[in-house]
């Protein structure tokens, strides 16, 4: 059974910082494209950033500079360290495990943990 759990969340003042966690269990994870995504209050859900199984990063313009994924294989983990944190970051998190097998493709969710940035 795969797993995703997500953890770190919270209330942060603005320009405050927070470290999300994604454990992963039931699947290859260094073979997994990992990468979070957010959902706004009343949004649409959105990509925030991903990290290849070879470790090449892509992050959306608004969060460039400010957030930083990294991965340890031998934990199983993705991280998420964000900084400078903004009201407008303010959503749900979901940590996402994307793998291209020879004709099928299999992508897995997190449950979310909640980030909210506010004085």
């Known amino acids: 059974q795969v797993q995703l759990v997500e953890s770190g969340g919270g209330l942060v003042q603005p320009g405050g910082s927070l470290r999300l966690s994604c454990a992963a269990s039931?699947?290859?994870?260094?073979?997994?494209?990992m990468g979070w995504f957010r959902q706004p209050p009343g949004k649409q859900r959105e990509l925030v950033t991903t990290i290849s199984s070879g470790g090449l990063t892509n992050y959306v313009d608004s969060v460039k500079g400010r957030f930083t994924i990294s991965r340890d294989n031998a934990k199983n983990t993705v991280y998420l360290q964000m900084n400078s944190l903004k009201p407008e970051d303010t959503a749900v998190y979901f940590c996402?495990?994307?793998?291209?097998?020879?004709?099928?493709?299999?992508?897995?969710w997190g449950q979310g943990t909640q980030v909210t940035v506010s004085s």
């Open positions: 996402n495990a994307d793998y291209w097998g020879s004709s099928s493709r299999y992508v897995y």
């Open positions: 039931g699947i290859t994870f260094s073979s997994y494209g």
